[in-house]
């Protein structure tokens, strides 16, 4: 019994340890997206390309809050840390809901169509190949330590890569047929999605496992 109880240790605190890995990495990919993309944008003027890269601070607000929970994973602290980190988190999806609102609405009242920067591309395609490896990742990380905060960031891992999706759509749509406000209109879709996981997880109530709420 007790070698199945320190056998269940050695595990969680490899799986602790490959998340903090995991938050590292998002730590540090969101870090070098928003200094390049706002680095970018403040150079081209190009307002957009600040916005994605605002964005990415979001992000690695929350990037930073799981890796603090990931170090207080001691009995003692996890449950308190858990419930911090789904705070942040869940606050760091409702900032990034009132972005993606505020910029589409901005978009579609002034026409703007989408600003086809290479280094926007880039970035977005990056994002949008990275980004499902590192949430899925996360979700088997998250479901071995049954972490509900960690659950909740892989799913703004998620909503990364769709973001990412919803630009480069938006460039091809509006080089195809001219549907400047194909990019706005989806993105303001995935408002109310973002913006539902964050009430989620502000109340504990993320899904686990990729399946079942509580």
């Known amino acids: 019994m007790s070698l199945n109880v320190a056998s269940q240790g050695v595990i969680r605190r490899e799986q602790v340890r490959r998340g903090r890995w995991l938050e590292y990495l998002t730590i540090g990919w969101n870090s070098l997206e928003g200094i390049i993309a706002v680095s970018a944008g403040l150079a081209a003027g190009s307002i957009a390309l600040v916005g994605f890269g605002l964005d990415s601070v979001i992000e690695v607000t929350s990037g930073v809050a799981l890796l603090w929970r990931l170090h207080m994973d001691a009995p003692a602290k996890r449950e308190r840390a858990e419930q911090v980190a789904l705070r942040v988190v869940g ?93 706005p209109v989806a993105a303001l879709v995935m408002t109310p999605i973002i913006g539902k996981e964050g009430v989620e997880a502000l109340r504990g109530e993320t899904c686990r496992d990729g399946g079942d709420c509580h």
């Open 91 to 183: 606050l760091s999806f409702l900032a990034l809901a009132a972005y993606v609102a505020f910029d589409a609405l901005k978009s579609l009242v002034a026409r703007e169509p989408p600003e086809a920067s290479y280094v926007g591309i880039a970035i977005a395609t990056l994002s949008l190949l990275v980004m499902p490896l590192l949430a899925r990742a996360k979700r088997v990380v998250a479901a071995k330590i049954n972490s509900r905060a960690m659950r909740a960031d892989s799913r703004q891992t998620d909503i990364c890569a769709y973001l990412s999706a919803i630009l480069l759509g938006g460039l091809i749509l509006n080089a195809l047929f001219g549907w400047w406000w194909a990019d």
